[in-house]
């Protein structure tokens, strides 16, 4: 029986990094979710990867540069958090913008690749993994524009999404599958922190030798394990006031004379238990008295 414990995804881009003996495993997963081997030159800064004082643990992200000068931005989000659509845009465009100098020829703008990996319940659809490029579409002719441009007297062709952005949203908790494949085996890493004895999975191996849990000095495995007491607590904290919120809307409706079956889709909350919930004055979201 394989009982290794694998530290997790998030703690590894959060402390981890530093060490370059290390970069084998984030290069594992640019291989699988982008189809090419991409060697990390430098770990670059970004606000999620400085040490907080806080230790905020609800999201860590790592700034990379390959050897291309291709920058990768890898997002380990916990907890939900609004407009996160909106702060990927703008964590790309800050990427772009600060990694070109003022007067330098637009040629050094510099292809992004934005990897995150969500630990909430994100959006609507069925499948786990979601990649966006940009394509600029023929609007009559339906055709997928291209450009010619010159590189050492060699005419070549690139789209815009040789260029633009690509963004990579990882919904783990939509996992729920046997990992047969290596994207898979990743899934099954980033969710359950399991890795098979004989994985082929680029980076997984190097994990598995570098990641077990009782490898790390007591000092760092104590502040593992406060971490991983400290998302629990979050996770518990945001459920409950998720499930007091529903409570609340259910009395507000059973009060207003709702049918059943309204609030038990809106809310979760059975028939028959709503009968309980009759005369009932919600805890949140009154206005108190002045």
Do not use: C
Not at 79 to 86: C, D, G, N, V
Not at 180 to 197: A, R
Not at 223 to 228: I, R, T
Not at 242 to 251: E, F, N
């Amino acid at each position: 029986m394989d009982d290794k414990r694998i530290i997790s995804f998030d703690w590894v881009v959060k402390r981890m990094l530093r060490n370059k003996a290390n970069f084998a495993v984030l290069e594992g997963l640019f291989k699988v979710l982008i189809g090419r081997d991409m060697r990390i030159e430098e770990i670059l800064e970004s606000e999620g990867n400085q040490q907080d004082a806080t230790d905020k643990f609800n999201r860590v992200d790592v700034m990379a540069k390959d050897q291309n000068g291709d920058i990768i931005i890898v997002e380990v989000q916990v907890t939900r958090q609004i407009h996160y659509l909106e702060r990927i845009l703008y964590g790309v465009s800050k990427a772009i913008t600060e990694h070109i100098a003022l007067g330098d020829d637009y040629e050094k703008v510099k292809k992004v690749y934005s990897i995150n990996i969500l630990y909430f319940n994100f959006g609507e659809g069925s499948d786990y993994l979601y990649h966006g490029t940009t394509q600029f579409t023929g609007v009559h002719t339906h055709d997928t524009l291209s450009i010619s441009s010159r590189e050492n007297s060699v005419v070549t062709l690139t789209t815009p999404a040789d260029i633009f952005p690509e963004y990579f949203i990882i919904r783990v908790y939509e996992f729920n599958q046997v990992a047969t494949t290596p994207l898979e085996e990743w899934l099954d890493y980033l969710k359950n922190q399991h890795i098979s004895p004989d994985t082929k999975a680029p980076g997984l191996q190097e994990a598995r030798q570098r990641l077990e849990v009782m490898t790390m000095p007591d000092d760092e495995r104590l502040a593992y394990e406060h971490h991983l007491q400290n998302l629990m607590l979050e996770k518990d904290a945001i459920s409950t006031a998720y499930d007091d919120a529903y409570m609340d809307m259910a009395i507000k409706m059973v009060n207003n004379g709702e049918d059943p079956q309204k609030i038990f889709e809106y809310t979760g909350i059975e028939p028959a238990s709503q009968l309980l919930l009759k005369g009932r004055k919600p805890t949140r979201g009154t206005k108190r008295s002045e």
